[in-house]
């Protein structure tokens, strides 16, 4: 196959990378800023060129800057939602009028789309919940319209916390647990609906098979943990103690309005399509996979 990818170089799709072109497809990377490449893009000035003598088999986007690497501020919360509808928006519409159109355009999402929910699962067929992150993800995910109103099967694909030692939110917490910094975010009891990145990619490849699987699809483990929990087998794996709690104030106080999105609350995420598709989970519960992580 041939796969075009933009994002290329992030967490997710350094590792869609690495699996599909191990696996002898060709990966085409949407290079960011050289309109003259044969495949590049410049979406803040709403430009694009897809080489028209390339096939191409399935499109993923990625594209998109970190929605928790800067502390959110009105410009801040602009740019996350602007850079995303813009950049997927101007995708969709250059894949709806090319003579040759793809099979399959996948999108990223992420399971903020629910917004938090306290103990009670949701899965593809609930509603997008409250706060600033269901906000993006609502206005994301519309982006692929014209895509989709071209006849292009389009997935959209909401993603839990990707578990890896590259980067994302597992690197980041690896150095303060190691000192034995580590500890319970608020009261603890929030869900964290998370995936490993090995089961990420075969998750994609199973999409890209499965023709009946359209729209809204969670890319999430069937075993969803509350931050208690999580703390708790990340420090057995580590071999650390977590006695340092961070309580909601600190919380706050260090990271704003993203504390009160991703850190003190959360989503019990079910991934219901890819089970009534079945797809055939090699997951283990979450300390066995961390076990697999980082040793």
């Not at 929605?67 to 250059?94: F, G, N, P, Y």
Request: charged residues 20%; glycine residues 10%.
């Amino acid at each position: 196959m041939n796969i075009l990818v933009t994002g290329a170089t992030g967490l997710i799709g350094t590792a869609l990378n690495t699996y599909f072109t191990n696996n002898a497809h060709l990966v085409i990377p949407l290079v960011r800023g050289k309109s003259a490449h044969q495949f590049g893009w410049q979406p803040d000035r709403g430009m694009i060129f897809l080489d028209k003598v390339v096939d191409l088999d399935v499109v993923i986007n990625l594209a998109g800057p970190s929605i928790a690497d800067k502390r959110w501020d009105k410009q801040r919360k602009l740019e996350l939602i602007e850079s995303r509808v813009s950049a997927t928006a101007l995708l969709a519409a250059e894949l709806a009028k090319r003579k040759q159109k793809p099979k399959l355009f996948i999108s990223a999402s992420a399971v903020g789309f629910y917004g938090p929910r306290g103990d009670g699962a949701v899965d593809e067929s609930s509603d997008s919940g409250t706060g600033f992150l269901a906000e993006v993800t609502r206005k994301w995910e519309l982006a692929t319209k014209l895509a989709e109103d071209a006849g292009i099967r389009t997935v959209h694909l909401r993603t839990g916390i990707v578990l890896s030692p590259a980067g994302g939110a597992l690197q980041q917490m690896l150095m303060p647990f190691k000192l034995g910094l580590g500890g319970v975010i608020g009261d603890g009891r929030q869900y964290m609906s998370w995936v490993n990145v090995n089961e990420l990619t075969a998750m994609v490849e199973f999409i890209i098979g499965c023709s009946k699987i359209s729209g809204p699809v969670n890319l999430v483990s069937r075993q969803p943990v509350t931050n208690r929990e999580f703390t708790k087998s990340l420090g057995a794996v580590l071999g650390r103690p977590t006695l340092i709690p961070m309580p909601p104030f600190l919380a706050s106080l260090l990271f704003g309005e993203i504390a009160k999105e991703l850190l003190l609350t959360g989503a019990k995420v079910i991934p219901h399509k890819l089970i009534d598709a079945g797809y055939q989970f090699k997951e283990g519960n979450l300390e066995n996979t961390l076990n697999e992580l980082l040793h």
